[in-house]
C-alpha cells in the first residue's frame, strides 16, 4: 500500500462491538478471513452463477465466482497502491447475499418481499455479516470493520432514494455514510466483479455450446484478441485458440481500468481516502470506449446465454419454486429449523416473519432448495440447465 488515498489499516474507522485486535493480522485481513470461515461463503458453492451447481463440475458457481473477483481485485489494488486486504474482503463478500437460483431466484423473492419491504442482494449481504451469522458468544454477525461493511453496502455507488430495510436498519445503529462513494478499494471490487463475470460467462458459455467461437470472434474487442491470436499462433487448435483469446480479453479489461483509473486519480489528486468518498463520481472506472464495447458484449450474453429460450422454461420453474416455498413456510413457520424458531417466536406481525422467510430461502444453496421444495411441497425436479446471468 503507497498511495496516500489507500484506506490505513493502521487507522480504522472500527467495529460496532469494540474489540482488541490482532498482533499479526491487520483489521482487514481478520475481516477477510472471517468471511472466508463464515457459513454463508461456503453455501456459495452451490449456488448458481449462470448454470444451476449440478450442471457440470466446470462451470463456475457463487463462490468460484466470487474467488476470481478477489483475484483480479488484488491485482488492479496492488498496481494502484491501494490496500489489497481490504479489497479483497469486500470482493470476497460482495455475493453472500445472493438467493439460490441466481438473479431469478432474488427477482422471484423480491416481488414476493413487496409487501414488506422488497428483496435485494446487495443489503442481504451486509444482513448476513452483521446478523445472520450467529457463531460469536459476544455478538451476531462477524463483528467486521467499519471500511469492508461500507464497501459491501456502496461498492455500486451511494445508496440513496428508497433503502433497502436490511440495510437501513442496519445503518441507524452504524452509519455508513450511505450518501457518500466508497473507498478505491471497494470500487475496485465492484469493477472486479464486471471483469470476471464477462469473461467467465463467455467461456461457461462456450463450453456449454449456447454459442461458437466465431460467434464470439465477430464481437468488438473480441475481435481483435483473436486476431492477436491467430497471428502469433496460426493453426491453433480451436480449443486452446479460444482460450488464449479470452485471456487476451481479460488483459485488455484489467489493463483498461488500471490505465483509467490511473488518469482519474491524477486528475482528482486525491490525499486521503475522504477525498475519494466525496469525489462525486466513481474514480475506478473502464474507458467510455470500452465500456461501449462491453455493452455490445453484455447484450449478447443476455440474448444467447441468460434468455436463451430454455432459460426461460427453467426460470419459470425456479420461480415457481421459490413463490412455493416462500408461501408455505409462512403458513407453517414451525417447520423452520429449530435454530430460526425463537426468532420466530419474537417476530411480531406478518412483515418481521416474512423477513424472516425471506432470510431462511435466500440463505439456501441451489441443490437444498430443491430437496426441501421436493420434501414440503413435492411435484417437478430441476433438470440441469442454465438458469441466469452476472
Given amino acids: ?67 476470481e473477483v478477489a483475484q483480479v481485485a488484488r491485482t488492479i489494488a496492488a498496481t494502484l497502491g491501494l490496500n489489497v486486504e481490504l479489497t479483497e474482503a469486500v470482493a470476497l463478500a460482495h455475493d453472500l447475499g445472493h438467493t439460490p437460483f441466481g438473479h431469478t431466484g432474488e427477482e422471484a423473492l423480491d416481488a414476493l418481499m413487496q409487501p414488506y419491504g422488497g428483496f435485494d442482494h446487495n443489503a442481504q449481504a451486509l444482513r448476513i455479516v452483521t446478523d445472520l451469522e450467529r457463531h460469536y458468544a459476544e455478538w451476531d454477525g462477524l463483528n467486521l470493520t467499519w471500511e469492508t461493511l461500507e464497501g459491501i453496502a456502496k461498492h455500486n455507488g451511494p445508496v440513496l432514494g428508497d433503502i433497502p430495510y436490511a440495510l437501513a436498519a442496519y445503518n441507524v445503529r452504524h452509519d ?88 482519474n486519480l491524477a486528475d482528482l489528486n486525491p490525499t486521503t481516502v475522504h477525498d475519494i468518498r466525496h469525489a462525486g463520481r466513481m474514480v475506478i472506472q473502464f474507458s467510455p470506449d470500452l465500456w461501449t464495447d462491453l455493452k455490445v458484449i453484455r447484450q449478447f450474453l443476455f440474448d444467447r446465454m441468460y434468455r436463451a429460450p430454455a432459460v426461460v422454461e427453467m426460470r419459470v420453474v425456479v420461480t415457481k419454486m421459490v413463490n412455493e416455498l416462500f408461501l408455505f413456510f409462512m403458513d407453517n413457520p414451525d417447520e423452520l429449523p429449530k435454530q430460526w424458531r425463537k426468532d420466530v417466536a419474537d417476530a411480531q406481525g406478518r412483515t418481521a416473519l416474512a423477513r424472516i422467510v425471506a432470510d431462511y430461502i435466500a440463505g439456501m444453496t441451489d441443490r437444498f432448495a430443491i430437496q426441501e421444495h421436493k420434501r414440503l411441497i413435492g411435484g417437478e425436479t430441476i433438470p440441469p440447465g442454465v438458469i441466469d446471468g452476472n
Wanted: hydrophobic share 35%.
Fill in 176 to 263: 455508513l455514510e450511505l450518501h457518500t462513494h466508497a473507498s478505491a478499494e471497494a470500487q475496485v471490487a465492484a469493477l472486479s466483479d464486471d471483469i470476471a463475470y464477462n469473461n467467465h460467462d463467455l467461456h461457461d458459455g462456450l463450453r456449454a455450446e449456447l454459442f461458437s467461437t466465431d460467434d464470439l470472434a465477430a464481437l468488438p474487442i473480441l475481435r481483435d484478441c483473436f486476431a492477436r491470436v491467430d497471428a502469433k499462433y496460426p493453426g491453433l487448435n480451436y480449443y486452446r485458440r479460444r482460450h488464449e483469446a479470452l485471456r487476451r480479453f481479460f488483459g485488455v479489461l484489467v489493463e483498461d481500468v488500471i490505465a483509467v483509473s490511473r488518469r
Fill in 1 to 67: 500500500m503507497t498511495a496516500p488515498y489507500a484506506t490505513d489499516p493502521a487507522n480504522p474507522r472500527g467495529r460496532l462491538y469494540a474489540e482488541e485486535e490482532s498482533t499479526f493480522r491487520s483489521p482487514f485481513q481478520r475481516d477477510r478471513d472471517r468471511i472466508i470461515h463464515a457459513s454463508a461463503f461456503r453455501r456459495l458453492k452451490h449456488k448458481t452463477q449462470v448454470f444451476i451447481e449440478h450442471e457440470g463440475d466446470y462451470f463456475r458457481t457463487r463462490l468460484t465466482h466470487s474467488i
